[in-house]
């Protein structure tokens, strides 16, 4: 049985684009992965950290078999795999993607929380998504805000 997921993904070092393209192009090539949406590129300035290089993000949507921790080990690989080391918090990455809302499941484990627990707070998470997805765009903005 598939599932939809919803990801953000954004990078501010390097080739920002290019490297949008690459992680869309790594995502897709996965088996159990189908992209079913794909948002234009926003330039944003960073949140959280402010003294870096703006950003360019986008969204996408895609049809799964990965449960959500499975998708996750994925495309936290595809971080690795593109030269992605974690060094602080909201600092400058040459890629990051994020699962933003699986289906509409609400989940809270140590790994992984869902929807997104910053998403209604981001506009760089919420335009794009509402350009592909508004009515998932809707439910993220009014989940991720409830109190937890």
Same mark, same amino acid.
């Given at each position: 049985?598939?599932?939809?997921?919803?990801?953000?993904?954004?990078?501010?070092?390097?080739?920002?684009?290019?490297?949008?393209?690459?992680?869309?192009?790594? #995502?897709? /090539?996965?088996? @159990?992965?189908? *992209?079913?949406?794909?948002?234009?590129? +926003?330039?944003?300035?960073?949140?959280?950290?402010?003294?870096?290089?703006?950003?360019?993000?986008?969204?996408?949507?895609?049809?799964?078999?990965?449960?959500?921790?499975?998708?996750?080990?994925?495309?936290?690989?595809?971080?690795?795999?593109?030269?992605?080391?974690?060094?602080?918090?909201?600092?400058?990455?040459?890629?990051?993607?994020? #699962?933003? /809302?699986?289906? @509409?499941?609400? *989940?809270?484990?140590?790994?992984?929380? +869902?929807?997104?627990?910053?998403?209604?707070?981001?506009?760089?998470?919420?335009?794009?998504?509402?350009?592909?997805?508004?009515?998932?765009?809707?439910?993220?903005?009014?989940?991720?805000?409830?109190?937890?």
């Amino acid at each position: 049985m598939s599932s939809k997921a919803w990801l953000s993904l954004g990078a501010n070092l390097g080739d920002p684009p290019a490297q949008l393209a690459d992680a869309v192009r790594r #995502i897709a /090539a996965h088996p @159990q992965i189908t *992209i079913i949406a794909q948002s234009s590129v +926003l330039s944003t300035e960073p949140w959280g950290k402010t003294d870096q290089p703006d950003f360019a993000n986008m969204a996408i949507g895609i049809d799964t078999t990965l449960k959500p921790m499975e998708l996750l080990d994925v495309l936290l690989g595809i971080e690795v795999a593109m030269g992605r080391v974690r060094e602080e918090v909201w600092g400058p990455r040459l890629i990051d993607i994020d #699962i933003i /809302a699986y289906d @509409q499941f609400e *989940i809270r484990t140590p790994r992984l929380t +869902l929807p997104h627990p910053y998403a209604h707070e981001r506009s760089f998470v919420l335009v794009p998504l509402g350009e592909i997805a508004p009515e998932v765009n809707d439910w993220v903005k009014a989940t991720a805000a409830k109190p937890r």
